[in-house]
C-alpha cells in the first residue's frame, strides 16, 4: 500500500502552510494545484524508485551506462518543486525581507525625520 499521500491532501497542506505563514491569497489555488501534482508526482516516483532498489543506472545497448529514466525525472521535478515553492514563499529564502523592502522607522527616526521637513 502506497504511503504517499493524495494529491488533494498535499493541496490542503501546503494552503495551511501558505495560511500559517500569511502569505496565502485564494488567487494562488491554480499555481498551488500545479504545485500539489509535482509533489504527488514526486512523492509517487520516490517511492517507486526506492521499491526497485535505487536503481540509478541503467545500460544502453552498447554496453555504457546512463542515468536511468526514474532518475533524470526526479531531478526534472525536483527543479519544478524548487521553483513552485519558490513563487509560493514556502521555502526560508523566499521568506527572507528583500533588501528593497521599505524598512520600518524607529520611534527616534521618525521624530527626526518630522523635525527636519
Known amino acids: 500500500m502506497s504511503k504517499v499521500p493524495s494529491k488533494e491532501t498535499i493541496k ?9 505563514l500569511g502569505v496565502h491569497k485564494p488567487q494562488y489555488n491554480r499555481l498551488i494545484d500545479a504545485y500539489s501534482d509535482i509533489v504527488h508526482q514526486y512523492l509517487l516516483l520516490t517511492e517507486k524508485f526506492e521499491e526497485e532498489g535505487y536503481e540509478y543506472e541503467s545500460y544502453t ?20 518543486i524548487l521553483a513552485y515553492s519558490d ?15 521599505p524598512k520600518k522607522k524607529t520611534g527616534l527616526a521618525e521624530v527626526l525625520s518630522s523635525l527636519g521637513g
Open 87 to 101: 513563487r509560493l514563499c514556502l521555502n526560508p529564502k523566499s521568506n527572507e525581507p528583500s533588501s528593497n523592502a
Open 12 to 20: 490542503r497542506r501546503t494552503i495551511k502552510d501558505m495560511k500559517d
Open 61 to 80: 545497448a552498447a554496453g555504457g551506462a546512463k542515468k536511468s529514466p526514474i532518475v533524470a525525472t526526479l531531478e526534472s521535478l525536483r527543479k519544478d
